[in-house]
């Protein structure tokens, strides 16, 4: 059971204490691969009926598991959910871990994650909950909550100026891929610039709705596809790189061209490097730390 809730940036406690988020009660509705390598599950419950709506790359917590006295206690605490989480003994406290919905329906009480599955990745809690738990298990959710202040913007990194924004540089492993489709998906017809994905294998690679001036470079790995040699600026790959959450997790600020950069952490920190180097302006672009390899999340 997790026993520390500090030291990744996207645990941000701000977010998960603020009014609008909120635990909803859920089952696993269903589970179909939408590619090799991507695995969607349904999350169903009548709460998710008042779930808000953004889509983008708004981050939301699964609780895998279904201890229903637990479950039970942390949607009755008095105190938020979040205190009544981090009271939890080591033993009992539900793993926490981040997703992003590739499909939100509240009239009808559910919503769609998609949890990436690479071949040989040793699978912790999320991964096992989506793959292995049975269908009609309870699972708690963490979700922006519609119609309170601000929840269209808590836990969005996306969040661009429209009438400004002409240049996009979108970059997403497999994690990021859900938010990376909903992002490309948002930019309005004007919009130009390049999104680089890289995922798992060939059978991956799907077309991706988006502005026609915005080129789209899919990198399988079992191609030899590889994110970093189509950056408009060099990326050294060899080079060992040091991780701190400063480098994790930065957000950019709106103005006419942004780039957003998701994924594993260390890959991140390069490309966050190699930007750096090139003279890239710190507030163009977002980096973002999905994942963490061979580290599982906190
Ligand atoms: C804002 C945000 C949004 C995210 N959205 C999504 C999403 O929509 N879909 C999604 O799949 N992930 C998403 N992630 C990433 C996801 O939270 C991590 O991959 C998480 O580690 C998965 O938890 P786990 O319990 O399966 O593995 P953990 O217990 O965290 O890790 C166990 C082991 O598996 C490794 N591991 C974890 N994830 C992967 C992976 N994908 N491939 C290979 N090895 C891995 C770890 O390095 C570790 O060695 C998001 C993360 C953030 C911060």
């Known amino acids: 059971m997790p026993s520390a809730v ?9 977010t998960l204490m603020s009014s609008n ?3 909803f009660d859920t089952r696993l509705a269903a589970r179909r691969f939408v590619s090799p390598s991507m695995l969607r599950i349904t999350l169903a419950g009548e709460s998710l009926r ?8 708004q981050r939301v917590k699964v609780l895998p598991g279904h201890d229903a006295v637990v479950c039970d206690r942390l949607l009755a605490s008095e105190e938020g959910w979040y205190q ?4 939890e003994p080591d033993e009992s406290r539900p793993w926490m871990r981040t997703y992003t919905f590739s499909g939100i329906r509240p009239d009808r009480g559910e919503v769609d994650i998609d949890v990436a599955m690479e071949h040989g990745h040793p699978h912790g809690p999320g991964a096992e909950f989506a793959l292995r738990a049975e269908l009609g298990s309870r699972t708690l959710l963490v979700g922006p909550v519609a119609g309170t202040e601000g929840h269209e913007t808590a836990g969005v990194a996306w969040l661009p100026d ?16 859900p938010a990376a489709r ?3 998906a948002d930019l309005p017809p004007a919009v130009r610039g390049t999104a680089i994905i890289e995922v798992p294998e060939r059978g991956d690679v799907a077309d991706l709705p988006r502005p026609t001036g915005v080129d789209l470079v899919w990198c399988p790995r079992d191609e030899g596809g590889d994110a970093l ?5 060099p990326v050294d790959a060899s080079e060992s790189i040091e991780l701190s959450d400063d480098v994790l997790w930065a957000e950019a600020e709106p103005g006419g061209w942004l780039g957003w950069v998701a994924g594993e952490s260390h890959w991140v920190a390069r490309i966050r490097k190699g930007a750096k180097a090139a003279g890239v302006p710190r507030h163009n672009m977002s980096f973002m730390g999905y994942w963490r390899r061979g580290v599982g999340a906190p």
């Open 84 to 87: 009544a989480w981090l009271a």
């Open 21 to 23: 988020y909120a635990l």
């Open 162 to 177: 429209y009438a400004v924004l002409a240049h996009v540089l979108i970059v997403a492993d497999e994690t990021a891929l």
């Open 6 to 14: 500090t030291g990744f940036p996207y645990l941000n406690a701000n």
């Open 50 to 57: 008042g779930v808000g709506a953004t889509g983008l790359d």
């Open 229 to 233: 040699r189509h950056l408009p600026f």
């Open 182 to 184: 909903a992002i490309l």
